[in-house]
Structure formats: C-alpha cells, structure tokens
C-alpha cells in the first residue's frame, strides 16, 4: 500500500491492450502492461520508455528566473548550466522536506516535473514570493507529459522538446498531443512498477514515499544531490547547518533485501523490528517503498532510527530483512 492520493490526469496509454493501471499517488498510468519482469529487464537494458504523465509540470520564466529560485530552493541555480540537469527541495521553516523539483533550464525557461498532486500547493507557494521579481509561474500539466527513457536508450527525442539527462535515464518534457503516437514508436512500454523497482535499487529516495512530516534531507542522503552547503539563505538553512556541522540526523534510509519466501509485499509504513526482538518487539522504523526486483527479487527502502547496528538482522512485520547501508550512522 502506497501514500494516497487522488488526480485528474489520466494517461491515453491506458488504453492499450494489458496496460493495468496504478493506484495511489501514481493512480492516471498504468502499473504494468502484462509482464513486469520483462520490463524491468527492458529498462535495465536501455531499452523502452515510462509514461510519467501523470507527474506535475511548472515552468518559470523570465529574467530574473535563476537568481530567484536560488533564493527559495536548496540547490545552487544561480549559474545553472543551460541543459544541466539539477534537483532540489523546498523546505519548511523547521528543515522538513515539503518538495522535490526535478529541474533543468532551457536558456529561457526552467523546466520542473514534480510529484503528482504536489503541484498546486508548489506554484501557490512560489506565487507568495514573487515580490518585484522578473519572473512568470505556470502549470503546464495539462498539455506537457514527462517520458522517461532508461540510461542506454538510443531512442530519439523529437525536435524541440527539452530534455532532462541524468545517470539515470532522461526525462522528455513531451507536448501531451505527442505522448501515444511518441509511445507506439519507441516501445516497449515499461510501467510505474518497473520503474520504481529500478529505483528502489538504485536507493534513490521519492518524496511522500520515503518522507513524512518530519523528514528532513540528511536522512535521506540527499546533501550534495538535492541540497548545497555553500549556497546562501534559504527556509529552513538553519536546520539542515544545524544537523550537518552539529549533529546526526534521527532516522536513516536503508536498503533491505526481503525474505524471497514470503509471498506477501510489505506495504508503505510497514513496521520495521529488529529480528531479535521478533514481531512484538519496539518499532525502530517503516518499510517507504517496496518492490519485487527481476534479479534481485523483494526489496524495499526504509526509514530507521539512526542507532540502529548496521549489521543488525531485521523484521519487517513478519518477513526477516537484511540492511544495506544508504545514509551512514
């Protein structure tokens, strides 16, 4: 069981013979289109594409664009390269990770695909701090779709569309007219299960899946990927100073590798013990993510508390886990 969260933006793609489609945060693209082993190996192999469509688009233009959105994220943008691919958080006040953007410029506009149902409350908030700043907001989800073409790919990317290119893979910011014809062209299609199995093992965190209220980006690993140290203020700076110069952060983000005998999934939230307590034992964490890997078989990411022994044998609900480190003690 995932976070929950409705939406209106239904991919065409569902349409398509086997597509079964996602619930959840992810409900508007399919889950899987008949076989998802297959089309993991798919991905793994650069090969495909995923329909991200259901993911928010904001763009933000104008001249003062960089300068500006330096001020209110945790990245360091001010002299971002024309076609780097970057990401970075907005935080609250306290330090807590409220979004993650997933951002490149093109010269004239920064790009930022965002979590479904996220967006709303992102442009209301970047509204609020545009003051005498050069700058324009605008929520192009309706008639942007992002496409997802695993590392390897060879696919092409038709003119004009603006291009995110990571380790990962790259994210096409597709005119949404483009999207079914763009698919039947590139296939295979591979669906939101082989995608996120991929990055489960690619320990990468999701925010609304590994976050909570009060996660805040040390936990996860994300200093010098999504936040920068030597940039200068911005909400909730003092907190993530505080913890990196100060301190340790209360919760870790873990690996763990699943009892391949269990036929159950953990779902998101299930508890996390250590297996010396057995199942009665104290809650030390929550399985964020799980899933079931083509190679690899189940596994999952989970939020632990810091002083948990990294060598420690775990249980999740039932299922005995072993830990990979993600975010040191």
């Keep these: 069981m995932q976070p929950q969260q409705r939406h209106s933006t239904i991919s065409p793609l569902l349409s398509l013979p086997g597509a079964v489609p996602a619930e959840g945060v992810d409900e508007g693209v399919a889950a899987h289109y008949g076989d998802l082993f297959r089309e993991q ?33 945790t990245q360091h ?19 807590h990770i409220e979004h993650a953007l997933y951002l490149v410029d093109d010269g004239e506009t920064v790009w930022a695909h965002v979590e479904p149902g996220t967006r709303e409350a992102l442009i209301a ?25 695993p590392a390897g790919s060879i696919a092409e990317v038709p003119e004009g569309v603006v291009v995110r290119e990571t380790a990962h893979g790259r994210d096409l910011f597709l005119p949404r007219a483009e999207l079914e014809p763009y698919a039947a062209g ?34 996860l690993g994300l200093i010098g990927t999504a936040v920068h ?20 952060p209360p919760r870790r983000l873990v690996f763990l590798h699943l009892d391949g005998s269990e036929v159950h999934l953990p779902g ?8 010396a307590d057995g199942a009665e034992g104290r809650q030390l964490g929550f399985v964020t993510t799980s899933a079931r890997h083509h190679e690899l078989g189940p596994i999952a ?6 002083n948990v022994p990294v060598d420690a044998p775990l249980l999740v609900e039932e299922t005995a886990a072993s830990q990979e480190v993600v975010v040191e003690p």
Excluded at 230 to 244: I, L, P, S
């Design 186 to 219: 590139h296939g295979p299609l591979a669906g939101i299960l082989a995608y996120e199995a991929l990055r489960v093992e690619g320990h990468r965190p999701r925010v609304r899946f590994e976050t909570d209220h009060r996660t805040i980006p040390h936990e």
């Design 77 to 95: 943008v001010s002299e971002l390269p024309v076609g780097q691919a970057t990401e970075a958080l907005v935080l609250s006040a306290h330090g």
């Design 301 to 306: 990411l989970a939020l632990v508390k810091r």
């Design 229 to 248: 140290l030597q940039k200068g203020c911005y909400r909730g700076q003092e907190t993530v100073a505080r913890v990196h110069n100060l301190g340790k």
């Design 41 to 73: 190996r798919a991905l793994a192999d650069g090969t495909g594409l995923v329909d991200l469509s259901h993911r928010g688009v904001v763009t933000v233009t104008g001249e003062d664009r960089l300068s500006w959105l330096h001020l209110l994220l």
């Design 125 to 149: 908030y970047l509204e609020s701090m545009k003051f005498f700043y050069r700058v324009e907001i605008a929520d192009r989800t309706d008639d942007i779709a992002v496409v997802h073409l």
């Design 268 to 275: 998101h939230g299930a508890p996390v013990r250590l297996a």
